[in-house]
């Protein structure tokens, strides 16, 4: 049976038992105060009918049927007077009255219940005597009253019973399917999840009741299992490209490594070019454990995302100035013919604190500048911006070159994306750097992205996370050896320098 159907039903036995209850005990009441009343009214009448019966033989006067009708108040009373072996009724009613024989025997002044001749009905009688005690007498009045009071009553409770039960029951399978109603839409959204519809809700409504507080807690509930299944769809999504891309990408050096081997097994490589064929085995061998390693970094960071966090291995006070004057004199000593600058983001070079992994923000910037001189002219110059304000350190990496399509921006920073076909992997690239810069600013809480270079063209590489907070800034100018302003190399360009 369902909750609702056993909830209606215990309403419906509760206002049964209670109606019921409350009838009888009514019912009860009134009889006995009914009772209780006609039997004063029967003991007035028969202590008045007393007092009469004694003045007259005290008088010595004659007592008569017209006496006794005018001693009762009406027709329902029975007056019977036995004097002198002879026996006096008045006020009969019907053909069925009360039996009033072997009476003497009853005490006096007590009302007593007897039945009527035939035995069909009820009397209350009250007896004495009068005089000496050889007079005696007894008044009666029937109980048909009090009974069709009561029988009527009875009626009205049943009646009354079984209406309240019957709109108590209605109201109650309404008021029980209303209250249920919530715990319905419950059911329909474990359904509904349950065929796949991890977005659906329970629909919250205003109250503060239990229901409420049931169905609150279920969507948290909800949330959190849908948010654990999108991390692990992710996760499964990124294996998934993972072992793809990378199966891509390393086809073609295995396919070289594998190409030149076989030729040397087969005889086809001269000893003249046995060292030309090492020397390409040697490179895609190294191109391939660098893409490798890479994979693996991306894999790290992947795994802490789905830890529901991505923390840096290490949070120290890292100066972004001191780390892209290095990556600036690297990228020199790699392409002297290029003109690099490191200039600041608000004019002089200054010291730029964030809170982070050393390591990993260094090889943010190594990955930038070095994307900016692969994917760019040669000779083509090369800005590297440093800069904070009070909230937030900016780091941007600005080229000449042919700059990125707009199209191709949102996804430059997924694994293995080349924005066009120029950016294939013979020039060394394994696809990687941008997707690793993307993932080691997420897990500093940054941001990166890429806009035209103003004026053009060129592509302007923009980082920015969070300075470190001014609780640490005097122990982190404690901890770098950096404390004071930026010096430049002697041998790095700086802001005013051209070379």
């Not at 004063?40 to 007393?50: K, Y």
Request: aromatic share 4%; glycine share 8%.
């Amino acid at each position: 049976m369902p909750l609702r159907a056993r909830l209606t039903a215990l309403l419906v036995a509760f206002l049964t038992i209670a109606t019921i209850g409350v009838g009888l005990t009514a019912t009860l009441q009134l009889r006995s105060f009914l009772m209780q009343r006609q039997d004063s009214e029967l003991q007035a009448e028969a202590n008045l009918i007393g007092a009469t019966l004694t003045t007259a033989l005290d008088n010595q006067r004659e007592i008569s049927t017209d006496t006794l009708k005018s001693l009762v108040p009406s027709s329902t009373y029975v007056v019977s007077v036995t004097h002198d072996a002879a026996t006096l009724q008045t006020n009969l009613v019907g053909t069925n009255p009360p039996d009033l024989k072997d009476l003497s025997a009853r005490k006096h002044g007590t009302p007593i219940t007897v039945k009527s001749v035939d035995g069909t009905e009820r009397w209350r009688v009250v007896t004495g005597s009068a005089g000496d005690g050889s007079t005696k007498y007894a008044i009666a009045v029937p109980m048909s009253r009090v009974n069709d009071i009561i029988e009527r009553l009875i009626i009205v409770v049943a009646v009354g019973t079984f209406g309240v039960v019957l709109v108590g029951g209605i109201l109650g399978w309404f008021a029980v399917r209303r209250a249920m109603a919530p715990l319905r839409r419950i059911e329909d959204t474990a359904r509904a999840i349950a065929d796949g519809d991890l977005a659906r809700r329970v629909p919250e409504i205003g109250t503060r009741d239990e229901v409420a507080s049931l169905s609150h807690s279920l969507n948290v509930m909800l949330s959190r299992i849908e948010q654990s299944f999108a991390v692990q769809q992710r996760s499964e999504d990124r294996m998934r490209r993972f072992v793809a891309d990378a199966s891509h990408e390393l086809r073609t050096p295995l396919a070289t490594v594998r190409g030149y081997a076989e030729l040397y097994r087969q005889g086809a490589i001269g000893p003249d070019d046995v060292h030309s064929a090492m020397s390409r085995i040697e490179g895609e061998a190294t191109r391939m454990a660098a893409m490798v390693d890479d994979l693996l970094l991306l894999t790290r960071f992947d795994n802490r995302e789905s830890r529901h966090g991505q923390p840096a291995p290490r949070r120290d006070a890292v100066d972004l100035t001191v780390l892209a004057a290095d990556a600036v004199q690297d990228a020199l000593a790699v392409a002297p013919d290029r003109t690099i600058r490191l200039i600041g983001e608000h004019g002089p070079l200054d010291a730029t604190l964030v809170t982070g992994d050393e390591s990993s923000l260094r090889q943010v910037l190594n990955n930038l500048v070095n994307n900016a001189l692969r994917y760019t002219p040669p000779g083509s110059p090369l800005e590297v911006q440093v800069g904070s304000d009070d909230t937030v350190a900016v780091i941007r990496v600005i080229d000449h070159g042919a700059g990125v399509p707009e199209e191709s921006r949102e996804r430059i920073f997924e694994r293995f994306y080349r924005a066009d076909s120029s950016r294939n992997s013979a020039d060394g690239g394994s696809g990687l750097g941008l997707a690793i810069v993307a993932a080691i600013v997420a897990a500093h809480d940054g941001t990166v992205g890429v806009t035209s270079t103003t004026p053009g063209p060129g592509a302007t590489f923009t980082v920015t996370m969070p300075v470190r907070s001014a609780s640490n800034q005097q122990s982190a100018q404690d901890e770098n050896p950096y404390d004071e302003d930026v010096t430049v190399p002697s041998d790095l360009p700086a802001q005013d320098s051209h070379s």
